[in-house]
């Protein structure tokens, strides 16, 4: 009979055998994810835009391939999926980024691409998705929960916020018995992030470690930790998954 007192044993590394795709995984929450699933034993491919970020980041999580190209672009992403060499379990989307202003100054095109940006992006990765991820395995999307409530200059970001828990619900049924889940976040400390702020991320920084009920700022690490435990609990599918410390109650 097993000691009870006994510490547990070593354990198997939970992705093992298993590849993810990272649609993003130059920097941020992307590369972070890469991480930590390579730590528990996934194969990674990445795909970025800038090529030298994304060789950096291939090297640091030896991953299979890289492959540079604008995600946005259904061509070169057709291609992407097209020369796979295998089938896969799980893929992770995070290129994409909100688009702020006043909904009125935004012309035609900005709105069209503010959309693309996520829900477009999101559903050809979905078309692609079909077919090549094995059942149980994982399409992952990024979404917010900073634009929840609606605020004059948050732009086309409130309505792609609120469109993308039912995109997803609707690709979790229509792709099932490939899961398909949302992670909403708040800020969390990443390239993006620091681009969006510029000379204000400290102070920003700084105030959410006063503000948040965790008191201190959600990092690509944590993010990448709840996308990994998506990816191996069987039981999640068609869920939005909010980690943003609390902000969206004190923000
Ligand atoms: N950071 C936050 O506070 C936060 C909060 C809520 C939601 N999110 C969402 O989470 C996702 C990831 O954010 P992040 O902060 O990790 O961003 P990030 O630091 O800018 O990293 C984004 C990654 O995606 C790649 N990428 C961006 N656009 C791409 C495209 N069109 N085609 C291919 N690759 C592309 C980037 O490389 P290249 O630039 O070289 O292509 C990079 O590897 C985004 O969708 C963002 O809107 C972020």
Known sequence: MTDPSAAPG??????????????????????????????EGATVILTGRDPERLRSAAAEVEALTASAFDADDPAPLRRFFEDLPGPIDHVLVTAGHPSYGHLLDMDAEQARQAISGHITLALEVARHVAGRVRPGGTLL????????????????????????????????LELAPVRVN???????????SARLLGGELDARREELRTTLPIGRVVVPADVAALAVHIMINT???GATYDIDGGQQFVG
């Open 141 to 172: 999307l990024l979404g917010g929960t900073g634009a929840r409530r609606v605020r004059a200059g948050l732009g086309t970001a409130p309505a792609v916020t609120a469109a993308l828990p039912a995109l997803t619900a609707g690709l979790a």
């Open 10 to 39: 070593p354990r198997d590394p939970a992705l093992l055998g298993q590849t993810l795709v990272v649609i993003g995984g130059s920097a941020g929450i992307g590369l972070a994810t890469a991480r930590h699933a390579r730590a």
């Open 235 to 237: 039981a999640l599918t």
């Open 182 to 192: 949302l992670i909403a976040a708040g800020f969390v400390d990443t390239p993006l």
